[in-house]
């Protein structure tokens, strides 16, 4: 069970779009289709943004978006917004009712 | 409106125990699965077990295996977790979180954490 490798910090200015990844193995992200992503603000609980690689949960903005290649995932925010700073994770299923999460990833918008 | 309040988190010593709970409403708790997360001070966020809907699926990560032990009451809408032989290493903010009707699907809904803080 090792953890999701994730960039530790990526950055953009508002209007522009930024890409962050999650980077695991043929047995937890290249194996399932189960990648989610959250995002959380200093002193909150995390809010899921992206369930099952790519699908917004209701009332989650459409300038969040997910895929997958391969065993690396990815979340792009476009359209970068000063609300979107907070740190991000991707989590994945492992099989056998396990799951791992990345690192991390603080976005700072510029 | 979906709601999970986590309690049960203290001050305990190394080597203690300690359970937590998560009360659950809002929701029909019978039909999810449920997690615990975890987050050290200043740290990332770490699986640390899921359950499903009936208890017969548990999964736990390999840091806490063999010393927490994940259980639910549905008849209480209520989520536990049991931590014996704790280390400094599991002190953390403990978040409980809804799963969806089947432990493979993502955690939807968080409650706000409860801290537990083990000491040496």
């Known amino acids: 069970q090792s953890a999701l490798t994730q960039p530790a910090s990526v950055s953009g200015s508002p209007g522009q779009s930024i890409t962050i990844s999650c980077t695991g193995t043929?047995?937890?992200?290249?194996?399932?289709?189960?990648v989610s992503w959250y995002q959380q603000h200093p002193g909150k609980a995390p809010k899921l943004i992206i369930y099952e690689v790519s699908e917004r949960p209701s009332g989650i903005s459409d300038h969040f978006s997910g895929s997958k290649s391969g065993n690396t995932a990815s979340l792009t925010i476009s359209g970068l917004q000063a609300e979107d700073e907070g740190d991000y994770y991707c989590c994945s299923y492992a099989g056998a009712s396990i799951w791992v999460f990345g690192g991390g990833t603080k976005v700072t918008v510029l | 409106e979906v709601q999970l309040v986590d309690s049960g988190g203290g001050l305990v010593q190394l080597g203690g125990s300690l359970r937590l709970s998560c009360a659950a409403s809002?929701?029909?708790?019978?039909?999810?699965?449920m997690h615990w997360v975890r987050q050290a001070p200043g740290k990332g966020l770490e699986w640390v077990s899921g359950i499903s809907w009936n208890s017969h699926s548990i999964g736990y990560a390999d840091s806490v295996k063999g010393r927490f032990i994940i259980s639910r009451d549905n008849a209480k809408n209520s989520l536990y977790l049991q931590m014996n032989s704790l280390r400094t290493e599991d002190t953390a903010l403990y978040y409980c979180?809804?799963?969806?009707?089947?432990?493979?699907?993502?955690?939807?809904?968080w409650g706000q954490g409860t801290t537990v803080t083990v000491s040496s």
């Open positions: 809002g929701f029909t708790f019978e039909d999810y699965a």
């Open positions: 979180a809804k799963g969806g009707e089947l432990l493979l699907h993502a955690m939807d809904v």
């Open positions: 043929s047995g937890d992200v290249g194996n399932y289709d189960l």
